[in-house]
């Protein structure tokens, strides 16, 4: 008798943790949010849970750009232990919808209005087949520079706004015996440079056709030869210690006065703040150079794994408690990014802050916004990663530009 007993509690035990980690009235969110400014901006959320009595079990997976958050993803949904909520990017959330794994949030859409509010570029990827099946907590851009005021001052170098001043600007920088660029060789961190290099080279008509409409001509094109010499260029910049260093360390070496660039998204932005700097006294935040006018993308969104017919409770208060105005403020403030919606106030927000919600209506306005094909919105993950792989193979130094193009141009015919 005794023996059945603790058989059946035994078994309860392994079924109850293959189900589910989770508690009635609890969320459990997997994420990427691990550095320190990403855990700041975590907290508000967290904290925002909280308050409507709703628990927060944290499943965080370290990694920049999610690509270790997807892979233990994949795993949790196939051992039919899917997580209640996900931070998810772009063509991602359509794979998963497509897959019929998501929860219709239409409900809770139609209820707070989000089809007024929500600009279509971020719609495209929240919604799947009509309906909603993610909230989209913010929008990031990638074409950012993030510079130490002090070393430029010191150095007498104007914040650059071509390609020939940046090259300049770096050389100063390496001549004055600091790292000139602060990067983490992670193919995610390869790609976001290559975002901002490309678009710059190429304009952004060469930045959709080669990386949204995969054009295998653009793709093969002398313009992108250019963008990868022009990567050469960068790494020649990069202080030896770089491979596998991750981007928040990286965000670091420009904070502490060690390198006077960092290539990055506005997450970078978290960290500075993070660390108590403020824009414009300490650091600089500027676009891309050749980059002014174009914004590329990527919003992070949660999906909600379907758990029956329609969310959960506590699933439809996460997803309302995301698109509050209020909380897009507050959340987006400390993240770097900016709101998802079009009607928040930028009040609250920091110079970097104001300046990213003016270039994204612009963008927006003048046909110049474009998905990140480094951050999974300009194609699917297969594409993105067989474009990652091409990239930082030629950023180690294993292909010369030439032979890059023709990689870049069969490794995504393959990936199709
Ligand atoms: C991006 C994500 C950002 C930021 C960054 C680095 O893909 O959209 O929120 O977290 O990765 O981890």
Redesign the pocket.
Same mark, same amino acid.
């Given at each position: 008798m005794r023996s059945t007993i603790g058989k059946t509690v035994a078994a309860f035990a392994v079924l109850a943790s293959s189900v589910s980690f989770a508690h009635a009235g609890d969320v459990e969110v997997l994420?990427?949010?691990?550095?320190g400014g990403?855990a700041a901006?975590l907290n508000v959320l967290k904290q925002d849970l909280e308050k409507q009595g709703i628990g927060w079990q944290d499943m965080p997976v370290a990694?920049?750009?999610?690509t270790q958050a997807m892979t233990v993803l994949r795993a949790r949904v196939t051992s039919g232990n899917a997580p209640t909520a996900v931070?998810m990017?772009g063509f991602d959330i359509t794979d998963w919808a497509k897959e019929g794994a998501l929860a219709n949030l239409n409900d809770v859409a139609s209820a707070e209005g989000w089809d007024d509010v929500v600009p279509g570029a971020l719609q495209k990827f929240s919604k799947y087949d009509g309906q909603w099946v993610a909230a989209p907590v913010?929008v990031?851009s990638t074409n950012w520079v993030w510079a130490n005021k002090a070393i430029l001052d010191e150095l007498g170098i104007a914040q650059p706004t071509t390609w020939d001043e940046l090259v300049a600007a770096m050389q100063a920088v390496k001549d004055a015996g600091k790292v000139a660029v602060a990067h983490g060789g992670q193919a995610?961190q390869d790609a976001t440079v290559f975002d901002a290099v490309a678009m710059a080279t190429g304009g952004p008509e060469f930045y959709q056709k080669a990386f949204i409409d995969l054009d295998p001509d653009t793709l093969g094109s002398d313009t992108m030869k250019e963008a990868f010499d022009r990567m050469a260029v960068i790494r020649s910049f990069v202080d030896d210690n770089f491979s596998g260093r991750d981007?928040?360390l990286a965000s670091a070496m420009v904070i502490n006065g060690e390198a006077a660039f960092q290539f990055m %998204?506005d997450?970078a932005k978290?960290e500075f703040l993070n660390a108590g700097k403020a824009p414009g006294e300490d650091f600089l935040c500027f676009r891309f150079p050749g980059t002014q006018d174009q914004v590329t993308f990527?919003?992070?969104q949660f999906a909600l794994f379907k758990q029956g017919d329609t969310p959960s409770d506590e699933q439809a208060a996460l997803a309302k408690a995301i698109m509050s105005p209020t909380f897009q403020s507050a959340f987006n403030v400390v993240?770097?990014?900016v709101p998802a919606r079009v009607d928040v106030p930028d009040a609250d927000f920091d110079a970097c802050g104001k300046q990213g919600m003016k270039d994204l209506a612009a963008a927006s306005s003048s046909g110049n916004l474009f998905g990140s094909m480094?951050? %999974?919105h300009a194609n699917p993950a297969s594409i993105k990663n067989a474009m990652y792989d091409v990239i930082t193979a030629h950023f180690n130094g294993e292909y010369d530009s030439e032979t890059a193009v023709s990689e870049l141009v069969s490794a995504v015919e393959l990936a199709q």
């Open positions: 994420h990427w949010w691990t550095s990403e901006a990694g920049g750009g999610g931070q990017l913010n990031h995610w981007w928040n %998204g997450w978290g990527n919003s992070d993240k770097g990014s480094a951050h %999974g």
